[in-house]
């Protein structure tokens, strides 16, 4: 079955760097689009980044983490990753990975995702 496992969240200091890592199993890495997403205490999930399917793809990112936030994959290596810098308290959350099964121009817009990790959490002190 497909399983996506995030890893590298932890606790850092506001102003500073984090990158996640998601290691996909039990699908044709290469031939899917891969996004992040975050939920914090409270809130609603919200789409973070997505990459198209290939190396050094297409990538979407919200507005929020624009210009913050660094997304890449290596497909030899089934692997997605999350580079995150200047970081701020509100981008505490459980950082989660998922499969963009298909979207039309924009999968902030209208991507359709599923497989879900445990998600990794990110806590940003003040």
């Known amino acids: 079955q497909v399983q996506l496992i995030e890893s590298g969240g932890g606790l850092v200091q506001a102003g500073g760097s984090l990158s996640l890592s998601c290691a996909a199993s039990?699908?044709?890495?290469?031939?899917?689009?891969m996004a992040w997403f975050r939920q914090a205490p409270g809130k609603e999930r919200e789409f973070v980044a997505a990459?198209?399917?290939?190396?050094?793809?297409?990538?979407w990112y919200a507005d929020s983490v624009k210009g913050r936030c660094g997304i890449s994959r290596d497909n030899a290596k089934n692997m997605v990753y999350l580079s995150m810098n200047s970081l701020k308290p509100e981008d505490t959350a459980v950082y989660y990975c998922?499969?963009?099964?298909?979207?039309?121009?924009?999968?902030?817009?209208?991507?359709?995702?599923?497989?879900w990790g445990q998600g990794t959490q990110v806590t940003v002190s003040s």
């Open positions: 990459i198209n399917s290939w190396n050094s793809g297409s990538t």
């Open positions: 039990g699908l044709t890495f290469s031939s899917y689009a």
């Open positions: 998922a499969v963009v099964l298909r979207f039309g121009s924009n999968p902030l817009v209208d991507g359709k995702f599923d497989y």
